[in-house]
C-alpha cells in the first residue's frame, strides 16, 4: 500500500517554543544559565494526544505575553556577562553595536538578521545613549526586545505561496537543533549552516550523531519520557489514606528518577526499544528499593540487576508508572488498561454503540470480590464485554500492585491477587491477533515487547513529540509512519534510531503548504 512513498508532508502550523525549549534555548545561545523562565511563564499544557509541544496548544496567552515581559527584563539586567561573550568592545561605537547585534540575532533568530532588523535593533544603543545609561544597558535592551520578538518565540519557516518547498541550510538547522536538544543551534552548527555543507547529506548525518550523543540531548529525552508515560505530575497524586503514608514527595520524586535513568541506560547503551518493556535492571534510591523489597538497598540512586526477579521488569513495573495510573487509592482494571492500551501501544478503544449504558456495574470489593473479578464478569457482558475486551486485559498482570506500586499476594480482604491471563497478541510477522497466555508479569512483558503495536507505538510516540503534531496512524500518516519503522528498525530500534529515521527522511527538509 506503501510503494509509491509517503506522501506530501503534513502541515505543522506555527509553532510556539515551549517553555522548557525558550529555557534551553537561551542558554544554548548567550552561554549562561536562565533562570527566569521557568520560575515566570505559565506550564505548557498537554494536547489530546499527550504532548506539550504539539504546535495547536502552544498559544501566546496574556499569562504568557506578561511572563515573558518580566523575564525579558530579568535577563536583560544581567547583560554584562552576554556582552563579555560576544562583543569585541563596550563603546557607543559601530563595530561593538553590529558585533553584538549581530551575534545575538544569529542566537535568538536562529538565521542571520535582515538589514532592517540590524538596524532597528541597533538604534536601541543610541537610546541607551540619550538616557546617560551604558553600553551594557543598550545590550540590555537589544536583549529583551529580541527575547520578545516572534522570531525568538516561534519557529519561523517561510511559507512558498501554498507550495511544497525544502528547508534552506539556517531552516534545517534549527529543525535538527530541536529535534535533538529541544533548543536552538550551537556554534557548530551555525557554521555547517553558514558554510552550506549542512545541506550535504554526509555533513548532516555527522551533525546529527553528533548532536544526539551530547549531552544537551538528555533534556528533552527526560521531558518526553515524563510526559510519554505520564509521571511528570506524580507529584500531584496523594492517596487519602495511613495505608499509603510511606507515599512522600521524596519517594514519588524517586519513582521519577527511577524511569528516567532507566530510559538514559537504554539511550546511552542505545538498546531497542524492547528493552524498555523487559528492561532486567532498575535504578533505585535506598528508599525506593526498601518499598519494592530489593536485595541489599544501598545509599544513592544505584544500579539494581533484576534477572530473574519476577516482581520487577520493565517499565510498567515502576512505582511511577503504577501510582500515576492507579486511578485511586484502590488501583482500577480501567484506568490501568486504558492508559496501557493508548501509552504503550498507541490504540484507540473503540467507543460502544450509541445509546449504550456505561455506568459500569459491579459488586462492591470484598471478601471474594476484587477489581479483577469484575472486570472478567464485565467481559463476559454482551455490549460491555466487547468494548472492554479491548483493554480491561491489559491491567491484569498488574493486580497485585497497589496504588503506590508495593507488590502483594493478597488484598486488604484477604483475597488472593493473580498476576496471570490472556493477551490479545499481534504478532509482527503476519495481521492476525491470537490468544497467548501467560504466566506472571515477567511473561507479559515478554509478549509486549513482541507485539507489533509496542514497536511502532515506540516509534511513533517519540516522532510525535518532536515533530509537535498528532499523526493519522490509519490514514495520511500511514506510510510515513511505515517508513519510520523500516528505517528505525534497520538501525537496531533503539530511540536514538528513531529520531535518526525521523531526522533522515525526505519529509524533515520539507515544509509543508499550509504550514503557517
Request: aromatic share 8%.
Amino acid at each position: 500500500a506503501c510503494a509509491k512513498g509517503p506522501g506530501n508532508p503534513q502541515p505543522v502550523g506555527l509553532r510556539r517554543l515551549t517553555v522548557e525549549e525558550a529555557h534551553r534555548s537561551l542558554e544554548v545561545a548567550l552561554g549562561v544559565p536562565d533562570a527566569e523562565l521557568p520560575k515566570r511563564l505559565p506550564h505548557d499544557v498537554r494536547a489530546p494526544e499527550g504532548f506539550r509541544t504539539s504546535a495547536g496548544v502552544l498559544t501566546a496567552s496574556t499569562e504568557f505575553v506578561s511572563g515573558l515581559y518580566a523575564a525579558a527584563n530579568a535577563i536583560a539586567s544581567s547583560a554584562n556577562a552576554v556582552v563579555e561573550r560576544l562583543a569585541p568592545c563596550n563603546r557607543f561605537e559601530a563595530s561593538c553595536e553590529e558585533t553584538l547585534v549581530e551575534a545575538l540575532g544569529l542566537r535568538l533568530f536562529r538565521r542571520p538578521l535582515e538589514a532592517d532588523q540590524r538596524t532597528a535593533f541597533r538604534r536601541l544603543f543610541q537610546v541607551a545613549k540619550e538616557q546617560g545609561d551604558t553600553f551594557v544597558a543598550g545590550a540590555g535592551l537589544v536583549l529583551r526586545a529580541m527575547m520578545q520578538s516572534p522570531q525568538f518565540l516561534y519557529r519561523v519557516e517561510r511559507e512558498d505561496e501554498g507550495r511544497i518547498r525544502t528547508l534552506d541550510a539556517w531552516e534545517l538547522a534549527s529543525r535538527l537543533s530541536f529535534l535533538a536538544w529541544g533548543a536552538g543551534p550551537d556554534e557548530a552548527l551555525f557554521a555547517a549552516a553558514e558554510s552550506g555543507k549542512l545541506l550535504e547529506t554526509a555533513e548532516f548525518s555527522r551533525q546529527l550523531d553528533r548532536l544526539l550523543t551530547d549531552a544537551h540531548a538528555k533534556a528533552p529525552l527526560r521531558s518526553f519520557v515524563a510526559e510519554w508515560l505520564g509521571i511528570d505530575e506524580l507529584e500531584d497524586i496523594q492517596w487519602d489514606s495511613e495505608r499509603y503514608r510511606d507515599l512522600t514527595a521524596e519517594l514519588k520524586a524517586d519513582m521519577v528518577e527511577e524511569s528516567q535513568r532507566v530510559v538514559e541506560e537504554a539511550w546511552d547503551e542505545n538498546l531497542p526499544v524492547q528493552r524498555l518493556a523487559t528492561a532486567d535492571f532498575t535504578w533505585a534510591s535506598e528508599r525506593l528499593a526498601r518499598v519494592y523489597g530489593l536485595r541489599d538497598p544501598r545509599p544513592g540512586t544505584t544500579r539494581y540487576d533484576l534477572g530473574g526477579n519476577p516482581q520487577r521488569v520493565g517499565l510498567t513495573s515502576h512505582g511511577s508508572f503504577l501510582t500515576a495510573h492507579a486511578g485511586g487509592r484502590t488501583p482500577k482494571v480501567v484506568e490501568r488498561g486504558i492508559t496501557f492500551f493508548k501509552t504503550l501501544l498507541c490504540q484507540q478503544p473503540v467507543p460502544p454503540p450509541p445509546g449504550t449504558n456505561i455506568q459500569l456495574n459491579q459488586k462492591p470489593l470484598g471478601p471474594g470480590v476484587t477489581e479483577r473479578s469484575n472486570s472478567e464478569a464485565r467481559l463476559e457482558a454482551g455490549v460491555c464485554g466487547a468494548c472492554h475486551e479491548q483493554f480491561d486485559p491489559l491491567a491484569h498482570p498488574f493486580e497485585r500492585f497497589d496504588a503506590m506500586g508495593r507488590y502483594a499476594e493478597k488484598d486488604e480482604h484477604g483475597n488472593a491477587l493473580r498476576w496471570d491471563g490472556t493477551l490479545a497478541f499481534q504478532s509482527p510477522e503476519d495481521d492476525d491477533t491470537v490468544e497467548r497466555d501467560y504466566a506472571d508479569l515477567r511473561a507479559f512483558t515478554g509478549l509486549i515487547a513482541e507485539d507489533r503495536r509496542f514497536f511502532s507505538c515506540l516509534v511513533q510516540k517519540p516522532a510525535q513529540y518532536a515533530l509537535g503534531r498528532g499523526f493519522e496512524p490509519d490514514g495520511v500518516d500511514a506510510c510515513y509512519l511505515h517508513d519510520l519503522r523500516v528505517a528505525a528498525a534497520k538501525k537496531g530500534g533503539s530511540l536514538r534510531a528513531v529520531l535518526t529515521a525521523v531526522a533522515q527522511h525526505p519529509h524533515f527538509r520539507l515544509v509543508a503548504a499550509g504550514s503557517l
